[in-house]
Structure formats: C-alpha cells, structure tokens
C-alpha cells in the first residue's frame, strides 16, 4: 500500500500510559512530565477504562505536554481522540479498525502502529502499510492480561525477519524493565541481524515513585546497547598469523586466572561436583557450588563466572535465579545442557533457562548441540552423544546466531563459534573419554577461563565506553579456545605419564596437569584450524 514516508520517531524509549499504575503522591502529569525529563522518546496515551470525555480531556493534557518537549504522541486505539488531538500517530491492537480503514480517516502522515503476537501478524501489518509494529507480550506482565500470548525473549527474532527488506520499524513490550532491558536487546534479532528499534514500557516507569530515574535508567540503558551493537564487530579476520594471535591470548588468560584466582559459580551435577571443583582449584581458581536460590543475588556480585550444568536438575529455581544475577552484574554464564535431548523434561527446562537469563557460551557434545539447534541428525544415549554431524560448522554457527552466545561443540574434534567464525581444536586424548564427567569439567574450564577474559578485558581496556551495553565482557571465542585448550592439553600430558595405567589413575594425573599448565605449553602443543564464512 501506498504512504506517505514516515517521520522520524525515535522509538528508542517507547511509554505507554497507565494511570491505574500510578503510585500515591504523583498525578499523572506529574509522572509523565518526569518521565519525559529522564529520556522518554515518543509516548502513546493507553485508557482502557476512561469514557470518550475523560480519554478526550487526559490525551489533550499529555498533547500539550508532549508539544512542549518535542515528544511524538501516539492514541492507542482511538482515531477519533488522535484525530481530535492532532496526534503524530494511533496505536491499533488485532481486533481494532483496520489499518487501512485508519488510514483512509486519518491526516497522511500520521503514524500507525500495530501490535503483532505472531509472525503472520507481522508480516500482514507490513503488508497493510503499517509504520511499526509491537512485538508481545515478550515476557508476563501484571499490566494487561497475556495469557497465552507470552512470545519469550528468543522467539522476538523471528518475527523482526518479516520486517527485512521494509522500513516498517519495531519495539517490543511485555514486562521489560530495567533489570532485563540489556539482555532483551541482545536477544531479540533476527538471523539477518537486524535489532528492534526500542523498548516499550509501562510499569517500570509508570509505577515507580521516581519515573525521572526509572527513565533515565532505562534509556541510557538503550543508548548504551546501541552504542555497543554499532561499534565495529569482533576486528579480527582469520589468516593461520590471526589464529596464531587467537592461540597466544587465549593461553595467555591463564597467566590471569593464576593472578586473580577468580570465584567460578557452579551450579553442577551430583556426579562431578568434587572433580570439577579440583579442577578449578588446579587451573588456579575458586570454586564455590552453591545452589541455593536465596542466595544467588549476594553471591553474582563476588563471581567471576557462572557454570550451569544441569546433569542432575533438583535445583531448577536456583539456576534460574544464578543466571539472572549473573547477566544483571555482567558475570559471563556458561550453560552445559548435560544429556538436553534425553528427555522432555529437560529440554522444557533448558528453554525455561534460557528465556529467562542469556548464556555468554553454550558448551555440548553433538547429541545436545544438535537437540538444541532442532537436528535430528545426531541421537543422544542417555547423556552421551551417538555420533557427529556432516557439516558441525554449520550446526554451531546457526546455534550461536539462534541464542546469540558463543557455542563449543566436544567430541574428538571440539568446534568453537561466535556465530560467524569457526575454530576446531585437534587436541585432547581418548582416555577422556572414558572417565565421567570430562564434558562437565571442560565447562569448568571454560568458565574459568570466562571470567578470566572479562577481567583481562576490564582491566587492560578499562571500562570503555560501548561497556554498559555489553552483557559481559570480553571475547567469549578467546576464552572458550583457552579453557577447551587447558583440559585437552592437559589430557594428552597426563596421558603419557608413565604412571599413567589406565583411566583411574588418568583422573588424578590430569588434576595434576592442570596444576602444572603454563599459557606456553598449552600454545604450543594447540593444533588449531580457523574457518571464516
Ligand atoms: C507499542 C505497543 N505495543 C502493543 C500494544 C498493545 O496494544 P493492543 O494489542 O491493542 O492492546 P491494548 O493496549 O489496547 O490493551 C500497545 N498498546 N502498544
Ligand atoms: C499494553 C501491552 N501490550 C502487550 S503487553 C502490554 C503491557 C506492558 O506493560 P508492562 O511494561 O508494565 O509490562
């Protein structure tokens, strides 16, 4: 459908009114004037209880206010009030009058936005000629009832790919507030990489007592993800010289375990917990494997990495509390979805975490890579894997860009991605391989070696500016080649001990091979290929 060329709004902090919500002691214009004072971009005035003559009245009050600083207001669902006002646009729900029948009675360059649950919808708004569309509820709410209409911060990027080609622009709303905002924004784009324009929000502003910070909060929030997401991407194209580099700084953060001894969270299962903790005890860390949910928000604070393995889940609410401290004080999270393919239950709850807190590196072998990505390619036995995949480059980047994290696929051959390049590590022994819990002490070392990176990125590069929209940071690829390199190093050094018998006297050798690493002994043993796209 023909239109006229949309005006530019800034979407970047979307308020949608809600006077129910307004604590004692604030009028409404009171909260709206503050709101827009803290970073407020474009605000749509939301009555879903008020007559005609009362919505008429308060759309009129926050118009003069909104003029008055320049801000775009939007009605929701009324054309006769934004016509009244004068409104730069009108909000349209599914069930509302029709975007063209709205555009046919409403002066040309008016806006309309369109909510969308679904992707057809999405792609039906575009085709109607809508300007931008809402994308929710992404999360449950308290504001409006979504049941049954909750997408999840994942599923976002698969709707923003019926907006490619087109102009029409995107938020999304549904319980974002401050303590989420940074890791919806990581999550919610598509696979061609485009992002949503801006957060739409109601209580977090509209229900505060102080909606000046909460706005200001959330919308240096927003500028910092932009911020960080147009800085140029990870400068450094593959040659055999740049993987030599990649080698070198990837060994080198073991220098920096050594010198910090960070404290590695592990949430972790019942069979492994005492062997990876004497991993990290010997790679020159802390472990500490609490599992408690009360305590997870005093314990992210001190972390320097989290590790959730869940090879025994009896403490599900604990993981999901751990992750989201661990994303709100930026701590890197490495997810190993131990034997994920196994059963229903466990892939519910492996979704449940990963709405509810981003992982900064995915680590499984082939049968829970592949039950992750959707592949039926390669089969779980119990939680070891069957086999291996035709094209495992492939598998891993169309992971890595599906949950936006780093993904390390273990097996003979461990393949490590950010989405874009690949890296295959040739080193380890087979005696891994017939211990248990090698797979959970390779997470260990990762996320030993997660924390390190953050801390060498943090110290070296102070706190840059693009820092406040990064989840975590630091370069994830570097630090998952360095832990994957540290255990398989020290696999094959303990494997040719000459004490060495058999795989019960392999365990206690490799402990004590990881204690005697150095960052030169395990860059110069490390047999590594780089694939770039
Ligand atoms: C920006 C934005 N997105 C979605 C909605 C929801 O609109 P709708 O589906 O029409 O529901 P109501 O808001 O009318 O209850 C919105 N208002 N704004
Ligand atoms: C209007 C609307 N549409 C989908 S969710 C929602 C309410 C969002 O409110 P909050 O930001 O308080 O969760």
């Not at 002691?25 to 970073?39: D, R, W």
Request: charge should be neutral; hydrophobic fraction near 40%; proline fraction near 4%.
């Amino acid at each position: 459908m023909c239109k006229a060329i949309t005006p530019g709004i800034d979407y970047s902090l979307y308020l949608v009114t809600g006077r129910e919500l307004l604590p004692e002691g604030i009028t409404y214009i009171e909260s709206l004037k503050q709101a827009i004072e803290g970073g407020v971009t474009v605000v749509q005035v939301r009555e879903k209880k008020a007559d005609t003559g009362e919505f008429l009245q308060i759309a009129r009050e926050s118009k003069e206010l909104c003029d008055q600083h320049n801000i775009p207001l939007i009605v929701n669902d009324r054309i006769d009030i934004a016509l009244a006002i004068r409104a730069t646009g009108v909000h349209l729900g599914q069930t509302d009058m029709p975007v063209a029948v709205a555009r046919s009675l409403l002066p040309p360059d008016t806006i309309i936005g369109v909510s969308c649950n679904t992707p057809e919808q999405v792609e039906k708004a575009v085709q109607d000629g809508a300007d931008y569309v809402g994308l929710g509820a992404v999360y449950g709410t308290q504001t409006k009832d979504v049941s049954g209409k909750i997408i999840g911060p994942r599923k976002v990027g698969l709707r923003l790919e019926k907006l490619d080609g087109t102009n029409v622009k995107s938020v999304v709303i549904g319980g974002i507030k401050t303590s989420n905002v940074l890791r919806t924004l990581h999550v919610s784009v598509s696979t061609s990489g485009r992002t949503v324009d801006g957060v739409a929000v109601v209580s977090d502003i509209v229900a505060s007592k102080t909606p000046r910070e909460s706005a200001r909060t959330l919308a240096s929030l927003v500028k910092a993800f932009k911020l960080a997401s147009s800085a140029p991407a990870l400068a450094r194209p593959f040659s055999r010289q740049l993987s030599d580099s990649l080698l070198h700084d990837a060994a080198a953060l073991l220098d920096v375990v050594r010198k910090h001894s960070p404290l590695i969270h592990q949430i972790t299962n019942t069979v492994v917990t005492n062997q990876s903790a004497n991993a990290t005890l010997a790679l020159g860390a802390s472990p500490i494997m609490a599992t408690s949910p009360y305590e997870m928000e005093d314990l992210q604070k001190a972390t320097g990495a989290l590790l959730i393995n869940f090879g025994t889940i009896t403490d599900k609410e604990g993981m999901l509390q751990a992750g989201k401290f661990a994303n709100l004080n930026k701590k890197p999270v490495v997810f190993d979805p131990v034997g994920v393919g196994a059963t229903a239950y466990r892939r519910s709850t492996a979704s449940e975490l990963l709405n509810t807190w981003q992982a900064s590196i995915i680590k499984g072998n082939a049968a829970e890579i592949g039950a992750l990505a959707d592949s039926v390619e390669v089969q779980a036995k119990g939680v070891d894997s069957g086999g291996s995949f035709k094209d495992p480059a492939a598998v891993i980047r169309q992971l890595a860009r599906k949950e936006r994290c780093v993904v390390v696929l273990s097996g003979v051959v461990d393949y490590i991605t950010n989405g874009e390049d690949v890296v295959a590590l040739h080193n380890g022994h087979p005696l891994l391989g017939q211990i248990t819990g090698s797979g959970c002490m390779l997470g260990t070392a990762v996320a030993t070696f997660a924390a390190a990176e953050r801390l060498r990125t943090l110290e070296s590069e102070g706190k840059g500016a693009d820092e406040e929209g990064k989840l975590v940071s630091g370069d994830m690829l570097v630090a998952a080649v360095g832990g994957v390199l540290a255990l398989t190093v020290a696999s094959e050094l303990a494997a040719a001990r000459e004490d060495v018998k058999g795989s019960g006297t392999f365990l206690p050798a490799l402990i004590d091979e990881l204690g005697k690493l150095t960052p030169e002994v395990i860059a110069s043993r490390a047999k590594a290929e780089v694939f770039s796209p």
